[in-house]
C-alpha cells in the first residue's frame, strides 16, 4: 500500500470513529455522513473493509437491530477500547495539523 | 442474534430487488465471498447483508453497484475477505464430520434401500451385503478423501469463473461440470473394485444399510447443533 492510501486509511479510521461516537450508525448512513461532511473522494464501499477491521479490532461493535423505520440493520456502537483510540486518534491528528496548517500558510502568505 | 439461516434467508428476499445490472454486480461478489473458505460464516452473511443494503439505498437514490463498489470488484472482494474473522477451529471441524457423516449417511441409506429393493422387489442379489472389514475401512477413507478432493475442485471451479469479463458459454459450463462429476463417480467406483479383500469377511442383511444411514443423519444433526454461530 502507499504512503498516500496508509495517511488516508489512518484518517478515515479516525473519522469513522468520530462519527460512530456521535451516535450508533449503519454503513449505508456512515458513508453519506462522510460524504456530507466534503470526504467525496472516498468511494462508498471503501468504508467496509475498514469497519471489519475496526470490529476485529475491538475498537468498534456491529448489532443487528430492527430500526424504526427500515429493515433490519447492521448498527455499529463504539466500545470502550474505540473510546481510547478516538482520543489516541483526536491527539495525533492535532500534532500533525497545525504545523501541517502553519506551513501552507506561511507557504501561501 | 440473527442466524446465519435468517440472515441467508433476508438476502435472497431483498437481492429480488435489484435492477438487472445491479443484481449481476452484487452476485458474482457475493459468490465470490461466500466461497472464500475458513472465513466465518455470521460475519460473512452479516456482511453481504450490509452491501446488499448499501446498494439498494444508492439504487434507489440513482446511483449503481458500480459507482459504489468501483470498478475493481475482485480486488475490493479480496480487501473484504481479508477483514472477515477467520471461523474457529471447532466450527470448521464441526462443519468437516457433518458433511461427512451426511455424505456416509446419505451414500449408506440409499444403496440399503435400492439393494434390498431389488431384492425384495426383484428378487435380484442375496438381500445380503457381503463384505471384508478392512476393505471397507479402506474404501470408506478413500471415499471421504476423494468427497473432500471433488469439493475442493468445485468451489475452486466456481471461485475461478467469477469477475470474468468474457462468459464461457452456458453449455461449456454445463459440460465442464458434468466432466468434473463423471471422473468423481469414476474414481469412487474405481476405488470400490481396486481394494482388495483384507481383514475378516462379515455379512449383514442390506437393509441394515439404511438403517446405519438414519442413525449416521441424527448424529450429523447433533453435530450442527453443536456448531456455534459467531
Same mark, same amino acid.
Not at chain 1, 39 to 47: A, M, N, R, V, W
Not at chain 2, 162 to 168: L, N, R
Given at each position: 500500500m502507499s504512503l498516500r492510501s496508509q495517511l488516508l486509511k489512518g484518517i478515515l479510521e479516525g473519522c469513522i470513529l468520530s462519527i460512530i461516537k456521535q451516535q450508533p450508525t449503519y454503513g449505508y448512513e456512515l458513508s453519506m455522513k462522510l460524504q456530507e461532511f466534503g470526504?467525496?473522494? %472516498?468511494?462508498?464501499?471503501? %468504508?467496509y473493509p475498514i469497519l471489519l477491521r475496526l470490529q476485529k479490532e475491538e475498537l468498534i461493535a456491529g448489532e443487528m437491530r430492527e430500526s424504526e423505520s427500515g429493515p433490519k440493520r447492521k448498527y455499529y456502537s463504539l466500545t470502550e477500547e474505540g473510546q481510547a483510540a478516538l482520543l489516541d486518534f483526536k491527539q495525533q491528528w492535532a500534532s500533525i495539523k497545525a504545523p501541517v496548517d502553519r506551513m501552507i500558510d506561511r507557504e501561501e502568505g | 442474534m440473527t442466524t446465519v439461516q435468517e440472515l441467508i434467508q433476508l438476502n435472497n428476499t431483498k437481492r429480488?430487488?435489484?435492477?438487472r445490472e445491479n443484481l449481476k454486480y452484487y452476485e458474482e461478489m457475493l459468490l465470490y465471498i461466500r466461497f472464500a473458505?475458513?472465513?466465518?460464516e455470521q460475519q460473512t452473511e452479516e456482511l453481504l447483508l450490509e452491501l446488499l443494503e448499501h446498494v439498494l439505498q444508492a439504487q434507489q437514490e440513482g446511483r449503481t453497484a458500480a459507482q459504489v463498489f468501483g470498478d475493481e470488484p475482485k480486488a475490493y472482494c479480496e480487501e473484504l475477505i481479508g477483514e472477515i474473522p477467520g471461523e474457529t477451529r471447532k466450527n470448521q471441524l464441526l462443519f468437516s464430520a457433518r458433511i461427512t457423516l451426511l455424505f456416509l449417511a446419505v451414500s449408506s441409506f440409499f444403496s440399503g434401500i435400492a439393494g434390498a429393493g431389488m431384492y425384495y422387489?426383484?428378487?435380484?442379489?442375496?438381500g445380503q451385503t457381503n463384505f471384508h472389514i478392512g476393505s471397507a475401512l479402506i474404501v470408506v477413507s478413500m471415499d471421504v478423501l476423494l468427497l473432500y478432493l471433488f469439493i475442493m475442485t468445485v468451489l475452486r471451479w466456481v471461485k475461478a469463473s467469477?469477475?470474468?469479463?468474457?462468459?464461457?458459454k452456458k453449455g461449456l459450463e454445463v459440460l465442464q461440470f458434468a466432466g468434473i462429476s463423471t471422473l468423481s463417480v469414476g474414481l469412487f467406483v474405481a476405488v470400490l473394485i481396486i481394494t482388495p479383500d483384507l481383514g475378516p469377511a462379515a455379512s449383514i442383511p442390506t437393509l441394515y444399510l439404511a438403517g446405519i444411514g438414519i442413525v449416521l443423519y441424527i448424529i450429523s444433526l447433533l453435530f450442527k447443533r453443536r456448531e456455534i454461530s459467531r
Open positions: 470526504l467525496t473522494d %472516498i468511494s462508498e464501499g471503501s %468504508i | 429480488s430487488q435489484l435492477t473458505s475458513g472465513r466465518s422387489l426383484f428378487h435380484i442379489g442375496s467469477t469477475f470474468k469479463e468474457a462468459k464461457p
